[in-house]
T-cell receptor
Framework: GNSVTQMEGPVTLSEEAFLTINCTYTATGYPSLFWYVQYPGEGLQLLLK?????DKGSNKGFEATYRKETTSFHLEKGSVQVSDSAVYFC????????????FGRGTSLIVHP | GAVVSQHPSRVICKSGTSVKIECRSLDFQATTMFWYRQFPKQSLMLMATSNEGSKATYEQGVEKDKFLINHASLTLSTLTVTSAHPEDSSFYICSARWGASTDTQYFGPGTRLTVL
């Protein structure tokens, strides 16, 4: 079956530090990959996505590259801000399927001033 | 972006009672709504998919008689937890999308259910 594995958090960083949140997946077929973000008290929001190997998704300074050879989709940001503090979810769904995503457990990011 | 609301955001109830959670799409018509359950430090688990005007499709292991889902209109879906027990305590999240061939879902803020 399909699964998504994320690094456990919380990840605690100082402002302007470099961020990496690891995500690996297993899937049958050719998945599309997503990162969602959940700010405190809010719903999940789509942060970025990539639909095929070697694609790079980017948004708000975050980026992630679809690596088929390592089955990974690590989230990176060069300089985090306090406002980036949230829970980040990696997810996949199979192309041509029902578009229902399989989520990772989520990784909490805490950024200190 | 599109907005999805949930009500209530937090509810505490006694064991044996029923609780209804509403999910509304505020600025678009949602042909499909999804209900998820999230345990602490765990991923979102899809409970069921509901299409407007038809019966919900439940995931394996989810009791349809316990978790009643109604999607009576294009902007409203409800989840009723019947005869709630402490093990039903969880964070319930809905999402909505329009169209069958889109991967974009819009999520509600979630409802924290605590059953005493």
């Amino acid at each position: 079956g399909n699964s998504v594995t994320q690094m456990e958090g919380p990840v605690t960083l100082s402002e302007e530090a470099f961020l990496t949140i690891n995500c690996t997946y297993t899937a049958t077929g050719y998945p599309s990959l997503f990162w969602y973000v959940q700010y405190p008290g809010e719903g999940l929001q789509l942060l970025l996505k990539a639909t095929k190997a070697d694609d790079k998704g980017s948004n708000k300074g975050f980026e992630a590259t679809y690596r088929k050879e390592t089955t990974s989709f690590h989230l990176e940001k060069g300089s985090v801000q306090v406002s980036d503090s949230a829970v980040y979810f990696c997810a996949l769904h199979l192309s041509g399927g029902s578009y229902i995503p399989t989520f990772g457990r989520g990784t909490s990011l805490i950024v200190h001033p | 972006g599109a907005v999805v609301s949930q009500h209530p955001s937090r509810v505490i109830c006694k064991s044996g009672t029923s609780v209804k959670i509403e999910c509304r799409s505020l600025d678009f018509q949602a042909t499909t709504m999804f209900w998820y359950r999230q345990f602490p430090k765990q991923s979102l688990m899809l409970m069921a998919t509901s299409n407007e005007g038809s019966k919900a499709t439940y995931e394996q292991g989810v009791e349809k008689d316990k978790f009643l889902i109604n999607h009576a209109s294009l902007t409203l879906s409800t989840l009723t937890v019947t005869s709630a027990h402490p093990e039903d305590s969880s964070f319930y999240i809905c999402s909505a999308r329009w169209g069958a061939s889109t991967d974009t879902q819009y999520f509600g803020p979630g409802t924290r259910l605590t059953v005493l």
